[in-house]
Nanobody, 125 residues
Framework: QVHLVESGGGLVQAGGSLRLSCAAS????????MGWFRQAPGKEREFVAA????????YYTDSVKGRFTISRDNAKNTVDLQMNSLKPEDTAVYYC??????????????????WGQGTQVTVSS
């Protein structure tokens, strides 16, 4: 069982940066593939980024490549999403997710087993 709590959302101007953090409970955090999804108003949820259990492999959706960086600290049971050069189209509720069965390569195609409650990111133009 994994409990996920996101933090770090807020309001930022276009071009600015935010860092989201996801704190996980559970002794087996390091065995889970972790990732971030987002959902904008009126749109379907979409994959943003994923990291393997070791943090050695990462994947991103094309629209955030070069701007967002996912990282994890297994000693602290956290996974972060550094978001730079933010655009208004990045506005969404961002969700942290975890799954023990999926690799990071397939994380975008699955419905992860565990989800956080979400944190709002709003980018003004």
């Amino acid at each position: 069982q994994v409990h996920l709590v996101e933090s770090g959302g807020g309001l930022v101007q276009a071009g600015g940066s935010l860092r989201l953090s996801c704190a996980a409970s559970g002794r087996t955090f390091s065995t889970y593939t972790m990732g971030w999804f987002r959902q904008a108003p009126g749109k379907e949820r979409e994959f943003v980024a994923a990291t393997s259990w070791s943090g050695g492999t990462t994947y991103y959706t094309d629209s955030v490549k070069g701007r967002f960086t996912i990282s994890r600290d297994n000693a602290k049971n956290t996974v972060d999403l550094q978001m730079n050069s933010l655009k208004p189209e990045d506005t969404a509720v961002y969700y942290c997710a975890a799954d023990i069965h999926s690799s990071s390569a397939y994380f975008r195609r699955i419905n992860p087993e565990y989800w956080g409650q979400g944190t709002q990111v709003t980018v003004s133009s």
